[in-house]
């Protein structure tokens, strides 16, 4: 993790305001989709953060038990997954070829396990929710040439970040700045 700096925060204005520009993805071409969320999430990482963050505090001001037993779920069964990613060759080939498919079950399987402890709601609002807003943001949000830029510091190593390293563990680091 040395050498692993966030990101500066970019400005309201160039996140959702005036200058950004949004369209949405053609559905067609998966891998030119899959591009613009990565390089988005990478470039934006330090503002959905705060926005998740902001959210899930939101959400444990209200439910702050639910919103625990949640967070603990989710990060168990992530943190499995990435252990049996990593240590079991068919898994791993799965994860590079099927990401979408990998995160996907590690959601229901919280949710299923979640339904299992009670706090559905609070999972949903105060998890999937965020991500949900991250997914739809970075999917919408046109690049622009610093965001380019940045993005291929990143892919050729000059810069490390944490979203850099959650996109590496999932088997995305190949698409990223490209």
């Known amino acids: 993790m040395e050498g692993v700096r966030p990101p500066p925060l970019r400005s309201l204005d160039d996140f959702l305001l005036s200058s950004a520009r949004f369209a949405l993805p053609d559905v067609r071409d998966l891998d030119r989709w899959n591009n613009r969320i990565i390089n988005n999430l990478l470039y934006y990482q330090s503002n959905y953060f705060l926005s998740a963050l902001g959210l899930l505090l939101l959400v444990g001001y209200f439910r702050p038990f ?3 037993v949640g967070a603990v779920v989710v990060s ?5 997954f990435v252990w049996a990613a990593e240590n079991q ?3 791993r080939r799965f994860r590079r070829n099927h990401p979408l498919m ?3 079950a590690v959601l229901v399987a919280s949710y299923l396990l979640i339904l299992v402890l009670g706090g559905v709601a609070v999972f949903l609002f105060g998890i999937a929710f965020p991500i949900l807003m991250v997914l739809v943001h970075a999917s919408m949000r046109l690049r622009s040439l610093k965001n380019k830029l940045e993005n291929k510091l990143e892919s050729i ?6 979203m850099g390293l959650l996109l590496e563990a999932l088997g995305q680091e190949q698409e990223a700045g490209s």
Request: proline share 10%.
């Open 76 to 80: 168990l069964l992530f943190l499995g």
């Open 102 to 104: 990998c995160v996907l």
């Open 157 to 162: 190593g000059l810069k490390r970040t944490p």
């Open 66 to 68: 639910q919103l625990f």
């Open 89 to 91: 060759a068919p898994i």
